[in-house]
């Protein structure tokens, strides 16, 4: 989901595509300062909204993940999550990609939050759907580059490891936070 337009101290033109791939649109355009009238060549990434999801099993274990990250080069702790399809819900793709990931499934999933990947540079959105009462009901279905790893752990854990550095993933971090918020409410 893109956001409204809203009147912009900033004129942009002369937008164009300069490469297409499966991951989005790398994009540039002319932009002008109204305030100080100068210009400037700026880019976007235009990526498919994201989601993140917030997985507990009754007895509040928390489903993570572990894969191989190509930007780091190294293994990162997360929690499910991936781009939603063109036309999907934010709560679909939550559930769909819980259930890929990791073959774990529940109920009452709920949109708690979402936040700008990277506003300076990014078009999209990552939502936290938060999933209840999870438990394995299938195998998991990766993609064909995908190598996940799945463990369950207590939400203390989870916070020992953001505390010691252990999770650094900006939008996991994000994502637990929402939580947080949301579950204190």
Known sequence: ????????????????????????????????????????????????????????????????????????????????????????DPLAAGQRELLEETGFSGKNGRVIGRVCPNPAIQSNWCYTVLIEDVTRVAEQNMDDMEDIKVKLISLGEMNDLIHHGLITHGLVLNAMMLYSNYSKG
């Open 1 to 88: 989901m893109k956001r409204d337009k809203e009147e912009k101290d900033l004129q942009i033109y002369q937008e164009k595509t300069l490469l297409q791939t499966r991951l989005g649109d790398f994009i540039s355009a002319k932009v002008q300062n109204k305030r100080t009238g100068r210009e400037s060549e700026f880019y976007r990434l235009d990526f498919a909204d994201w989601v993140n999801v917030v997985a507990l099993t009754k007895n509040k274990k928390i489903i993570t993940i572990s894969q191989f990250r190509f930007g780091t080069e190294r293994t990162e702790i997360e929690i499910p999550g991936g781009a939603i399809e063109n036309g999907e």
